[in-house]
């Protein structure tokens, strides 16, 4: 490799697990098409019926359990071990990157794996066993939670999830509506000279203006743009296969 490692910024939402049967959440047979926001995602849910949340996350805990990563993940961790410097940052609270190899990844709402404390939520905790059970508290002596943001809720990591897209030499967004703030404005953190691509089925849809789309499954979209990359050493746009 050259001194600089071509930096690739890898940008995932719900899609990219889809295909490891993780249900994404906007299709119309996608999960808050089963299930009311306000019932099972927001504070207020929490203090109304806990218990409903509780039940909710451990059914989501169940799925991703039994899922495995997929191409599009394995071929993201493979160019990773090729030198390439691969930084994700998902929207996704599955734990599939990390399960492919993937070393760095940021998650921007949490983690279904962990709880946390529900007043502090820099105190993050190892799942209890058998998932959290109310009564079950911190150490500030509240009660955990799932270590996921909720809508309403600020973003901790957001500041972080912009600093590490601002270093990209290419921006990779695969998989998500771009329909939920503030995640969907880290593509305007890219560096004006770093491309951006969307792998999406709904590319086409959901591309904002500057963006290449690549309108295809993750696991095919993503293994053919790792593969250009890997033989030529370099990240760059390959239009033949964008048709742009
Ligand atoms: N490969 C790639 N993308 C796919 C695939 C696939 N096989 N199947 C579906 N998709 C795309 C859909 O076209 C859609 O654009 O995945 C996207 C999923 O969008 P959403 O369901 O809105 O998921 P996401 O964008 O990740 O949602 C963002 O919303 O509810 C919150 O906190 C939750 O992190 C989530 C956030």
């Known amino acids: 490799m050259t001194s600089h490692s071509p930096h690739l910024v890898v940008f995932t939402g719900a899609g990219i697990s889809a295909e490891s049967g993780i249900q994404t959440f906007r299709a119309s047979d996608g999960l808050w098409a089963d299930h009311a926001i306000e019932d099972v995602a927001t504070p207020q849910a929490w203090r109304r019926d806990p218990e409903r949340v509780l039940r909710f996350y451990d059914e989501r805990r169940t799925q991703v359990r039994r899922a495995r990563p997929n191409a599009a993940h394995q071929a993201l961790a493979s160019l990773e071990k090729q030198g390439f410097r691969v930084s994700v940052v998902t929207q996704n609270i599955d734990d599939l990157h990390e399960r492919a190899g993937s ?60 600093e590490i897209v601002e270093q990209a030499d290419l921006l990779l967004v695969v998989g998500t509506s771009l329909a939920v703030m503030p995640a969907a404005a880290l593509l305007e953190r890219a560096p004006l000279d770093a491309e951006v691509i969307l792998v999406d089925p709904a590319a086409e849809r959901l591309a904002p203006p500057g963006v290449a789309r690549l309108p295809q499954p993750a696991g095919r979209g993503v293994t053919e743009l790792v593969r250009h990359w890997s033989r030529e050493g370099r990240l760059w746009l390959p239009e033949t296969l964008l048709g742009a």
């Open 103 to 162: 070393r760095d990844v940021l998650h921007l709402h949490g983690e279904i794996l962990k709880a946390r404390s529900s007043v502090d939520e820099r105190m993050r905790y190892p799942l209890p066993r058998g998932g959290i059970k109310l009564g079950d508290i911190c150490d500030k002596g509240s009660q955990l939670r799932p270590d996921v943001v909720w809508f309403g809720e600020p973003v901790p990591r957001y500041v972080e999830a912009c």
